[in-house]
């Protein structure tokens, strides 16, 4: 029995200067799926998102709605037509509250006049669907990245949407907050609506999926398929476009007997840390796992200034040392700081890729003369463009017209581009497709190999047992151990669970 699809894509083809970003897609959500739209970063995926949802007009092919072709003139005609979307990108108002964000296409209305109680009762509504805990007066300013995106969602449910587009909803969230957004997916599909879901992790892909199409530079690959038939190394193959075989780890002996490059002795901080040591030795990887909330980027920002130590001891290459900020890190200790929350912080949409890349490459290559040549920057920005494989058509191009991964892919290039000694990285391959997650990993030991001391704070327990030379474990804002990585996932795993509830056991 066919049944018709809610949204079909025929043909659809977009092309950006110097780029065809969609070439004759074809993409078919039923009634009742969840659909997973795969591929690398820069295969199309987000274009396609927005070619669906009148944000861009597409130069070719068609767009069915429940039978019936649909043209888009901008994004509220798409909404109109029942298709609701959460981008990539955060997309809220940022002058508006919680519930004036979720309830803004429909804003209730008695009299003529705005109903402030409904705007906020309404959105409370929402809210609870999701299981949300927030105020709809808050200011939408106030909320974490992932909570506005669950804001957002809350929006797309508000209007009457059969179909609902999610780009990379699970990039940046908590597991928690994944199982509860998945909750709402599964209840979507009970309910005879679509879904669609884009992810780069595929464990989730097959646990919540049915249906897979995949991208690879543009082009629908494997179109609308079942997914259990199938199987994860096949779909991988597919996006890459061969096989990628399996990732070699290398037997790494980090050095003893040299002293830490970085370490803290007793620490105690203005964030709630209370006698947090440890010590990265140069050559080595130390990962620092926890639950999300257990306070490590907030060790992270301790270390490099943003937060105060009011106790004990951060010492750089044996010497006490007080970091005002993340600049200061870089020119007087060169210690690098990779944030997690590169989408904000990390990238200036508005300016060129070499630019982007070469800001921290500036205080070492001007080192001196106090010039750098263009040439020079050109070289250094270059080597990371390849190393990381940025796909990016030249190095003038601005990064905020290069796909969601690759933005991440420069940030991480520009600190590795100033050629740290000391390298904080939270959460580096969030959003980065497997390939390149590899091409990231491999890059990671060679720069240990040289003599990086690296502090990996993760909380994807398999890049963690295969990155880091030891583990340490944080909790409730304090160490409660670690472990020397023999790199075996099932003991390393249980070994590591079990330091995250010592502290719970022995309360
Ligand atoms: N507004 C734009 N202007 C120019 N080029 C663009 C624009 N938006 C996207 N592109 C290009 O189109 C291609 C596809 O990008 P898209 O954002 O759709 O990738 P994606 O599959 O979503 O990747 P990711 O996993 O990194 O989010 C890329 O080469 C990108 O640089
Ligand atoms: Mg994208």
Same mark, same amino acid.
């Given at each position: 029995?066919?049944?018709?699809? !809610?949204?079909?894509? $025929?043909?659809?083809?977009?092309?950006?200067?110097?780029?065809?970003?969609?070439?004759?897609?074809?993409?078919?959500?039923?009634?009742?799926?969840?659909?997973?739209?795969?591929?690398?970063?820069?295969?199309?995926?987000?274009?396609?998102?927005?070619?669906?949802?009148?944000?861009?007009?597409?130069?070719?092919?068609?767009?069915?709605?429940?039978?019936?072709?649909?043209?888009?003139?901008?994004?509220?005609?798409?909404?109109?037509? =029942?298709?609701?979307?959460?981008?990539?990108?955060?997309?809220? $108002?940022?002058?508006?509250?919680?519930?004036?964000?979720?309830?803004?296409?429909?804003?209730?209305?008695?009299?003529?006049? *705005?109903?402030?109680?409904?705007?906020?009762?309404?959105?409370?509504?929402?809210?609870?669907? !999701?299981?949300?805990?927030?105020?709809?007066?808050?200011?939408?300013?106030?909320?974490?990245?992932?909570?506005?995106?669950?804001?957002?969602?809350?929006?797309?449910?508000?209007?009457?949407?059969?179909?609902? !587009?999610?780009?990379?909803?699970?990039?940046?969230?908590?597991?928690?907050?994944?199982?509860?957004?998945?909750?709402?997916?599964?209840?979507?599909?009970?309910?005879?609506?679509?879904?669609?879901?884009?992810?780069?992790?595929?464990?989730?892909?097959?646990?919540?999926?049915?249906?897979?199409?995949?991208?690879?530079?543009?082009?629908?690959?494997?179109?609308?398929?079942?997914?259990?038939?199938?199987?994860?190394?096949?779909?991988?193959?597919?996006?890459?476009?061969?096989?990628?075989?399996?990732?070699?780890?290398?037997?790494?002996?980090?050095?003893?007997?040299?002293?830490?490059?970085?370490?803290?002795?007793?620490?105690?901080?203005?964030?709630?840390?209370?006698?947090?040591?440890?010590?990265?030795?140069?050559?080595?990887?130390? =990962?620092?796992? =926890?639950?999300?909330?257990?306070?490590?980027?907030?060790?992270?920002?301790?270390?490099?200034?943003?937060?105060?130590?009011?106790?004990?001891?951060?010492?750089?290459?044996?010497?006490?040392?007080?970091?005002?900020?993340?600049?200061?890190?870089?020119?007087?200790?060169?210690?690098?700081?990779?944030?997690?929350?590169?989408?904000?912080?990390?990238?200036?949409?508005?300016?060129?890729?070499?630019?982007?890349?070469?800001?921290?490459?500036?205080?070492?290559?001007?080192?001196?003369?106090?010039?750098?040549?263009?040439?020079?920057?050109?070289?250094?920005?270059?080597?990371?463009?390849?190393?990381?494989?940025?796909?990016?058509?030249?190095?003038?191009?601005?990064?905020?017209?290069?796909?969601?991964?690759?933005?991440?892919?420069?940030?991480?290039?520009?600190?590795?581009?100033?050629?740290?000694?000391?390298?904080?990285?939270?959460?580096?391959?969030? =959003? *980065?497709?497997?390939?390149?997650?590899?091409?990231?990993?491999?890059? *990671?030991?060679?720069?240990?190999?040289?003599?990086?001391?690296?502090?990996?704070?993760?909380?994807?327990?398999?890049?963690?047992?295969?990155?880091?030379?030891?583990?340490?474990?944080?909790?409730?804002?304090?160490?409660?151990?670690?472990?020397?990585?023999?790199?075996?996932?099932?003991?390393?795993?249980?070994?590591?669970?079990?330091?995250?509830?010592?502290?719970?056991?022995?309360?």
């Amino acid at each position: 029995m066919t049944t018709t699809p !809610l949204l079909e894509a $025929i043909g659809l083809s977009k092309s950006f200067p110097g780029v065809k970003a969609l070439d004759g897609v074809n993409l078919r959500l039923a009634p009742g799926s969840v659909h997973a739209l795969l591929g690398e970063n820069g295969a199309g995926k987000s274009t396609l998102i927005k070619a669906l949802t009148g944000v861009h007009r597409p130069d070719a092919g068609s767009i069915v709605v429940a039978g019936r072709e649909q043209r888009f003139a901008d994004p509220a005609a798409a909404r109109a037509a =029942g298709i609701g979307v959460v981008h990539q990108e955060r997309n809220v $108002i940022r002058s508006f509250t919680v519930g004036e964000n979720i309830v803004m296409e429909r804003m209730p209305r008695s009299a003529g006049r *705005i109903d402030w109680s409904k705007v906020r009762g309404e959105a409370a509504a929402c809210l609870a669907l !999701l299981d949300v805990d927030l105020d709809p007066a808050t200011p939408i300013t106030e909320l974490s990245s992932a909570q506005m995106q669950l804001v957002e969602i809350a929006r797309a449910l508000y209007t009457e949407t059969r179909v609902l !587009l999610l780009d990379e909803p699970t990039a940046s969230i908590s597991g928690a907050e994944s199982d509860r957004l998945f909750r709402v997916v599964d209840r979507l599909r009970d309910d005879g609506r679509a879904v669609l879901f884009v992810s780069h992790k595929l464990e989730e892909v097959y646990a919540h999926c049915d249906t897979v199409t995949v991208l690879r530079d543009g082009e629908s690959v494997l179109e609308s398929q079942p997914l259990a038939e199938h199987a994860h190394d096949e779909i991988v193959d597919t996006m890459v476009g061969r096989s990628l075989g399996s990732l070699t780890v290398p037997t790494r002996s980090a050095p003893r007997d040299v002293a830490p490059a970085l370490e803290l002795d007793g620490v105690t901080t203005t964030a709630g840390h209370h006698d947090v040591s440890l010590a990265v030795r140069p050559g080595e990887i130390l =990962g620092l796992y =926890g639950l999300v909330g257990a306070g490590r980027t907030e060790l992270a920002h301790a270390i490099v200034g943003l937060e105060r130590i009011t106790a004990g001891e951060l010492r750089i290459d044996g010497s006490p040392a007080r970091i005002r900020s993340v600049r200061q890190a870089l020119q007087r200790h060169r210690l690098g700081y990779v944030t997690e929350n590169r989408k904000e912080e990390g990238v200036f949409l508005e300016q060129s890729i070499t630019r982007n890349i070469a800001v921290t490459v500036w205080s070492s290559l001007a080192r001196g003369t106090g010039l750098v040549s263009g040439r020079r920057e050109r070289e250094v920005v270059s080597r990371y463009v390849d190393d990381l494989d940025i796909r990016i058509s030249s190095l003038n191009q601005l990064a905020g017209r290069l796909s969601g991964g690759n933005q991440q892919k420069v940030s991480l290039a520009k600190w590795l581009a100033a050629s740290p000694r000391i390298l904080i990285i939270d959460e580096p391959t969030v =959003g *980065i497709d497997l390939r390149t997650k590899r091409a990231f990993y491999e890059l *990671i030991w060679r720069l240990a190999d040289e003599g990086l001391a690296i502090l990996l704070i993760s909380s994807d327990l398999a890049e963690m047992i295969t990155l880091a030379d030891r583990v340490a474990v944080m909790d409730r804002f304090a160490i409660t151990g670690e472990v020397e990585n023999d790199h075996d996932y099932d003991s390393m795993s249980r070994e590591v669970i079990r330091l995250i509830h010592a502290d719970a056991d022995a309360l």
